[in-house]
Structure formats: C-alpha cells, structure tokens
C-alpha cells in the first residue's frame, strides 16, 4: 500500500457507501456479491497480530478470525478462539470451524529462559497446526513467520542477510524458529497446503511490548530522565540491528501471502544497520533529554540470539511482491513512544 493510501485509511477516510458493508463483514455475514477470504491469524492478541487485524480490516472482503491463549475481542476480528497450540485436538477444532482460505502463523515463543517453551510451542506447536490445515483436505495458504535469528551471525563480508544464505543459528530461540521454517517445507503441498516463509527482523514502533530492545531502551530513558540519572549502562551497546516497523513487517506478511513464491524464506527488514547505541541515542533525543552511554560491565546474561550483527537483505522481497518499507526509524521511534504502551510502561518500571 502506497505512503498516501495508508495516511488516507489511517486517518478515517472511508466514504459513508463503503461503511455498511464493511461492517456486515466484520461480523462475518456474507454480502451479495462478494466473495469472502477467511484469514486464521495466530497469536492475534500479539502486537504484530493486532495490527495484522487492523490492516485487515479496512478491506470488505475478509472474515478475520484469531487464537489467543486468552481470548480477546478486538475491533475488527470476526472470532477470537480460545487455543493451546500444545494441544492438537485443540488446534484441529479451530481449523475445522474456520476453515480458512489463509493462515498467518504468529504464535511463538521468545523467552530464552524457559527452553521447553521455545521447543514446544514454536516447534511442537507449529507442526500440530500443520496437520490440522492439511486434516482440512482443501486448499490453505500458510505463511509461516520465522526469526532473523535463525540465520546466526553474519560474518565479516557480508552486508545483508538473504533467503538463499545459509542458516547457522547460534542459540536455542533460533534453532526453535528456524525449525519452524523446515517443518513448513517438507509440508509444502500435502494436501493442498501452501507454505511461505519469511524471517523478521528486530521489529519497532508502536506497540511493541518491552521484551523487544527499543521499548525497554525507552523505558529505561524515560526513566533515568525522570530521575535525573545522565549516564546509562547498555548492554551489547555496539551490537548491529535491523529494526523494521511492524506496520511495515505486517505489509510485508500480506504481500507474501499474496504475490510470494513457496520454498524461499523473504527476508524482513529495512536493510539499515544501527547500532544499540545509536538507537539510545534517538530514544533519547526525542525524549527530549541528553544522556551518556556506556557499556555494561555485566557478562552472565545470555542473549536470546547469541549474534553480533544481524541486517537484512530484503531484495527479493521487494522485487516479487513490490513491499517496500514505508515508516523511517525515526517515525516508528515517535509513533512508539505515543503509544499507550509506552505511557504505561513509563510509569510502572524504574531504572
């Protein structure tokens, strides 16, 4: 979606012929002469899943459905179905009520501590909805969402990591992620199964939750700048990211799904590579402070990838779909740092 369209639909401009039938949609009601596409977004609860629904929603021929642990009603979604991706007969009785036309898998796990969890629900979890949409016997379109991290690290020539490179991830989180994507390509074309696959990078902007580096930096500034504090330690403070916008990430899910080919894993990502410290620093300068920055001493915290230096090579993303990143880094630092999460956040952690 071109930079004006978003802008448009973002700011509430539909013309009052259009809003009847949207909305008859959202409720999951058939309208004459259109033909609905039902979407099954997992982990829909998730941040890149509530704005994977609101991307959704603006258009009239979708009947958007999710699973969350907790169900939730969120604007827009047609259902929210209660489900443990640990459990099978769960998960066939969801794909089975909604038989859907397309499957967003967004439900994983990313806490580095807890490794049954990594195993179980990106890994166990994953192929338990696999065998429910190929149980469907009809027609699925399934994109599977992986992890930068399971690429490992980039080595000193390289500039961008690509889908075609070869995959040495260096951590449990990315060895589960990473399997995530194979499970996917031997399922390729069972019983009508279509499988995508891409890996995101470190997402940003608003949202996002304080397991994610930018919104626990900001935390942590909006803190110390509260208290007077000048000087913060980072930890892997010259570490190399990609941070890519979800909005952005999400654009690129749906272009995937629509116009991407199987067998190959896109890479998503704005291709900018920033360092920990240069992201501090304009978390900072938009929070209207001046802080110092060194690197943290402490070395008994392991890292949930393990890598260095991780950016995208998104070229063959762009080049079969037509996605292109739309949100600068310092747009989804500003939108992230308006958004009620951060307010929240701001208030109930100290540094």
């Not at 890149?48 to 991307?55: E, K, L, P």
């Not at 994983?108 to 807890?114: I, M, V």
């Not at 001493?297 to 779909?321: C, H, M, P």
Request: glycine fraction near 8%; hydrophobic fraction near 35%.
């Amino acid at each position: 979606m071109c930079r004006q369209i978003r802008l448009a639909a973002d700011n509430g401009c539909n013309c009052a012929a259009v809003k009847p039938i949207y909305k008859s949609v959202q409720r999951g009601k058939k309208c004459s002469g259109i033909k609905l596409t039902t979407i099954l977004i997992t982990g829909v609860t998730s941040c890149s899943g509530r704005h994977a629904v609101q991307y959704l929603r603006r258009k009239i021929d979708i009947q958007i459905h999710g699973t969350a642990r907790i169900a939730a009603d969120l604007d827009g979604l047609t259902d929210c179905h209660r489900c443990d991706f640990l459990n099978p007969d769960e998960i066939y009785r969801v794909v089975q009520h909604v038989k859907p036309d397309q499957v967003l898998h967004l439900a994983a796990s990313s806490d580095p501590s807890n490794a049954g969890a990594l195993v179980q629900t990106n890994i166990a979890g994953t192929l338990n909805l696999l065998e429910a949409c190929q149980q469907t016997n009809r027609k699925v379109d399934v994109l599977l969402v992986g992890s930068a991290a399971g690429f490992g690290e980039m080595r000193d020539d390289e500039t961008g990591l690509a889908g075609d490179r070869v995959c040495k991830p260096v951590s449990l989180y990315g060895v589960s992620r990473e399997t995530q994507l194979e499970l996917g390509r031997i399922s390729e074309g069972q019983n009508g199964l279509r499988i995508l696959l891409c890996r995101t990078f470190n997402l940003i902007g608003p949202g996002i939750s304080d397991r994610y580096v930018p919104m626990a930096l900001a935390t942590r500034i909006a803190n110390a700048l509260r208290d007077g504090v000048h000087e913060l330690e980072l930890r892997d403070m010259n570490s190399v990211r990609d941070f890519v916008d979800v909005r952005d990430a999400v654009a690129a899910y749906f272009a995937i799904m629509e116009h991407g080919r199987t067998g190959y894993a896109y890479s998503v990502g704005r291709g900018e590579p920033v360092t920990i410290e240069r992201l501090a620093g304009i978390l900072a300068e938009e929070q209207g402070g001046a802080i110092r920055f060194k690197s943290e001493a402490r070395k008994d915290i392991t890292s949930r990838t393990g890598i260095n230096r991780s950016v995208a090579d998104s070229f063959e993303l762009q080049k079969d779909t037509g996605w292109s990143p739309q949100f600068t880094l310092a747009e989804s630092v500003r939108d992230m740092l308006a958004h009620d999460s951060f307010q929240s956040n701001r208030q109930n952690t100290a540094v």
